[in-house]
Structure formats: C-alpha cells, structure tokens
C-alpha cells in the first residue's frame, strides 16, 4: 500500500527547525513566535501543500462536518431502491455544496438503526441526521432528542428538530381534481401502509377532499408496498363496489392491482382506470402504460440537506416546521384514457 | 438546537479535580499519574459515558475509518440506479461490519470526481476509495497512485490498488451454452459502451465464445445505456442480417431493442428470441417478458468493500488482482419461449 504522503505538523516542524509547537502557534495564528519564524513556517505550510486535516478541525471545534441518514435495509421494492437512491443524491448534492460530506447506513432492524445513531454521535461521525418514514409511535424523536442530535424528519413532525412536510393535501387536490376533468365520479385509493405517519395523512386528505367534491371515495391502506398488497388492495375494493379510477400509492402496488384487474377481467381503462402517485419506467411498460404523478425525491432530499445545514448554522431554530410543494404534475399516460 | 451533550476530556477533568493532561495521561495508560488518580479518573469516564471521539483518533492515527465511492450523476436510467444502489448498500453492509463509514460523493465530470477524491484526502475524509467503470485511458488510477490514496478498482485492473473483476467469461460462456440449449445458431450482442473497459472485455468474450461454439456471433456496442440506443443497436444488427437471439447487456437497451422489433414487426420470440444480462421488474413487466441473467450488486458491493479493508490491513498487497464470479443464474420467461 502506498504510504501516507499527506504532510503533518511534525513534517513543517522539521524542515522548518522549530518545534511542533511552534508550527501549532504560526498556523493558528497565535503569539509566542517571532514574526520570522512565522513566516518561514507559513512558507513551508503552503510549500509542502499542508491542508488542516478534518479530524483536527473537528477535535477542535466538536464538528465532523458530516451529516447521517439510515434508510431501512433494500426492500427488493423497485419504486423504494428508486425513491431512496434519488433522495439520497439530493441530500449529497447539497451537502457537497455547503462542504459536508454524506454518511449512510442501511439498516435492518430499528434496534439497528437507534445503535448507529448512538455510535455514531459518540464516535463524533454526524453533526446530524435526516429521518424518513416516521411510524406511528415512533422512538426515534425521543432517542435523538435524549442524545441531542441535531435531526430534520421528512414527511412528519415530531416536534424535535425540523421537520419537512410534503403538502399531501395539494397532492390530493391535484389527483381529484384530475379525477374530475376526465368525468370520474368515483375514487379507489390504495394508500400506503398504516404505520406510516404520511400515509395515514394522505388517506385522511383523500378522504376529505372526495367528499367536499362530491365524488364516492373509497380508500383502503396496503398491508406493504409489494405487489401481493396491490392484488389485495383491489380485492378489498371490489368487494365495496368497483370505483371508476383506481390511485395507487406507487407503482409497485400499481402494478400488483393492474394484475388482479386483468384476472378479474376487468377491461383497463374503459372499466377502471388507473394512477399512480410515483412515476418510474415502469409505468409506462405496463400494459396499458399507468398515467401517473411525477415527482422528484432527489428535491426532496435537496430541502432535507438545506433545513439541516440551516439548522446546525442556527438560521433556524428547533422545531423548525416547513411545507415542500412541488406542483405536483401528472403525466398522462393511456391507462386514463377515457 | 440541542447542546452537544457528549463528556469531553475536560469535563471529566473537571469532575476529577485534576488537569486535562492528567486525564489524557489517564486514557492513553501512559505514566505521570499516581494509580490512586488513574483509577479515579477511568471511573469518571466511564460514568460519564466518555468515548474517544473518531476526531481524536483519526488525528493520532492519521484514519478516518472511512471510505469514499465516487457515482456518475443519476442517470436516469433505471438499470443504474438499481445497480448502484444495491451495490452501495453492498459496499456499505461490509463496510458497517467492519466499524468502517461510507461516503460517497454524485458527480457530475471527471474533473469534479478529482477534486472530490483531492479533498476527500488532504481533508482526511477517507482512508480509500472505490473506483468503478474504468475507461479507456482513464486518469484516476494515476491520479489516486500521485496522491497515495488506497484504492479497488471494480471491473478492470489498472495495476495500482486491489483490482475486483468480474468474470466477462464465465457469464458469456452460460449465455452461448443457454442459446445452444434453446436451439439457437446465431446471436447478436448489443454491449455497453466501448469507453468502459469492462464493456469491450465483454464482447472480446463473446466473439471468441461464439467463434468457438460454431455458432453466428454478430456483436455491436451501444453508444450509451439507453433506450434510444437500444433501438439503433437492432437496426444495426437487421442490416448485418437479423440474429435468431438478441443478448442486451441491461434491460434498458432491451426494452429500446424490444421496441424497434416490434415496430419492424418482428415476432418475439418466434423470429428474435431476447434476454437481458441484468434483472429487474421491468424484465417481468416487458411484453413478452423476458429472460435476464440475474447477479446480484450487493454482493459485488460487499466484495469490493472487503479488498478495501484487506487493503488497509495490508493483508494483501498493492496490485492484488481478484475474479468476482458469483456463478450467473438465468431466469427464463417468454422472450426465449422456443
């Protein structure tokens, strides 16, 4: 292996014949040297291409720069793998721009998850954390809180740290409104899993908003965001009376709930109609392509890393709470075509 | 926002009634201290919970414990996505184990990838870095041997660093023993791009293999990993006479080729049979769906990632050159049918 070639303060030290001491003095500007001495050990600094390491800047100032996210372990989930690896760029992208660097853990238990929390704020890793998915009665804002990790949580607010909140409600409005236009009168909506605290916010919002639009809304949550959950979920809504537009919560359900249309013999879309609420590639090679809400996880992620950049510079305080609105925008596609 | 609330040194200095040299001299078990202050001391940190900070023993051990990976912007491509991220969760599950932490960094040139690994170094960020998809006089290997970063190269061997390679061989010799066993005596090929050094040892593999098995191989190299590019690659085939089997090196040329043979009308697979050389759901969701060699990245991930701390170690050598070969599975569906 190569050996280290990064030049220490032992190495100006010794080119300059001083001690390390006084190289310790020039560098952090302080008095105790002559000025000579000062300026050949600042000359031989910038000759030898010395840089202040990360390490000893965050022993000194109690920073890693770093910040932290644990993401539940891959979920053989094409819509999740694809969600998580556009947040976590976003996140990165804005972290490499404020000179932070982005540290991830995939994690496979929430035992898992609140030990890397522990560990890595005792081994001063993060400055940190961003939280996805929080769950109903979740320990993760207590256990940080009790650390005193500095967190932002996307999609909840627990009331600790900041917190980013996707607009559900304009999402919603978009989708029944959409509904509308192209003469649906009845909604199915298969929302995500019940333990998620966002999901049972879009479900409410679905709720809401069928009503006061006067248009029969029947909402059902998904056991999981596979397939299996898809084919039950339009079970679930057959056995209600079949809606005339089915929305998903994402594509993998989708495609799951296009399935058991087609087993059924349900006729897609001149029977029910379908929407997805993630767009991927494969939404428009199912059979017939899903029209679908195309949104971008990677902005997402962009917000998450500015709300913690401003939250370790104190711009904001704790508790901090902010809407993302992206103008969500449907992309039409043949499975709407009516 | 929350105070920090970890016990430094001086804390425990405080609590003991003693200097902080004293209780460095205490926790790094030197002499100067009597037994009766050392003991006082240990005890105090270990009631106040006092960790040696990763800052602090980076500076004296000059490590990080950390490694760097480097990704091309988000692509858009499907395939891309889901390799990297299941690659960097692989990367990081070993790294995890090994009490190692994972950075990585999205980048948008060559030279933005330079700096990064520049920084990442004179910042003692990394202790090593992964290196993926080699190119033709490609500058990083140099770059990373003139700084002295440790490094693996996944995919080709540059002589600098631990090289992981995959085995072109073993995967194109299953692929030709399938086409043969499924009845087939000619075959295109449609490869990634020539720039990528794994790319071109994958089609050489081909033409000999093919060569060898006395069976028609008609190879070509997409321009990139597009669908669009998946759609010239057939027409260039069509003009060299249309092959009985098209090999696709990921499901996303697939789908452009699967596109352009149906709109030539061709039959699949009655006249062109396909198959992907990676898996995915969209592989399943084609019409017809079709055949892919399923390998897994995280696994290729975890490889990577224990060269690294071999590396380190120096449990193996600098230019230690290893064959991943994880024994390609091919999962049949339509799109081979005979």
């Given at each position: 292996?190569?050996?280290?070639?990064?030049?220490?303060?032992?190495?100006?030290?010794?080119?300059?014949?001083?001690?390390?001491?006084?190289?310790?003095?020039?560098?952090?500007?302080?008095?105790?040297?002559?000025?000579?001495?000062?300026?050949?050990?600042?000359?031989?600094?910038?000759?030898?291409?010395?840089?202040?390491?990360?390490?000893?800047?965050?022993?000194?100032?109690?920073?890693?720069r770093a910040v932290g996210l644990v993401i539940g372990r891959p979920s053989r989930s094409v819509a999740a793998e694809r969600f998580f690896f556009h947040?976590?760029?976003?996140?990165?992208?804005?972290l490499s721009e404020e000179r932070y660097?982005?540290?991830?853990?995939?994690?496979?238990?929430?035992?898992?998850?609140?030990?890397?929390?522990?560990?890595?704020?005792?081994?001063?890793?993060?400055?940190?954390?961003i939280v996805v998915d929080l769950l109903q009665d979740d320990p993760r804002p207590e256990f940080l809180r009790s650390l005193g990790i500095p967190a932002v949580f996307a999609g909840d607010d627990p009331g600790y740290g900041a917190a980013l909140l996707s607009d559900e409600e304009a999402l919603m409005e978009?989708?029944?409104?959409?509904?509308?236009?192209?003469?649906?009168?009845?909604?199915?909506?298969?929302?995500?899993p019940r333990t998620i605290v966002h999901s049972r916010r879009?479900?409410?919002?679905?709720?809401?908003?069928?009503?006061?639009?006067?248009?029969?809304?029947?909402?059902?949550?998904?056991?999981?965001?596979?397939r299996v959950a898809g084919h039950e979920a339009v079970r679930e809504l057959a056995t209600a009376g079949m809606p005339r537009l089915i929305v998903f919560d994402n594509e993998v359900l989708c495609l799951g709930g296009s399935r058991e249309l087609a087993r059924q013999g349900v006729a897609m879309p001149d029977e029910v109609a379908l929407l997805s609420l993630e767009d991927s590639q494969l939404c428009e090679v199912m059979a017939p392509a899903v029209t679908a809400v195309r949104r971008d996880p990677a902005e997402f992620g962009e917000r998450c890393a500015a709300l913690i950049t401003d939250l370790l510079r104190k711009r904001i305080e704790d508790g901090a709470r902010t809407i993302f609105d992206p103008a969500p925008e449907i992309i039409e596609r043949a499975s709407t075509a009516l």
């Open positions: 292996m190569a050996t280290d070639a990064r030049p220490t303060i032992r190495d100006i030290a010794r080119e300059a014949g001083v001690s390390t001491a006084a190289v310790s003095f020039a560098l952090n500007n302080r008095p105790g040297i002559s000025d000579a001495t000062r300026e050949k050990i600042l000359r031989l600094a910038r000759e030898l291409g010395w840089t202040p390491s990360i390490a000893a800047r965050a022993l000194s100032s109690q920073r890693s947040f976590m760029t976003g996140i990165e992208r804005k660097s982005f540290v991830f853990h995939a994690s496979a238990t929430m035992d898992d998850e609140l030990d890397t929390y522990r560990s890595w704020w005792a081994e001063r890793r993060v400055d940190a954390v978009t989708v029944v409104a959409y509904a509308r236009e192209i003469g649906v009168d009845s909604i199915g909506y298969v929302a995500g879009r479900l409410a919002a679905f709720e809401t908003l069928t009503a006061s639009a006067g248009v029969r809304g029947i909402g059902t949550a998904a056991a999981e965001y596979s």
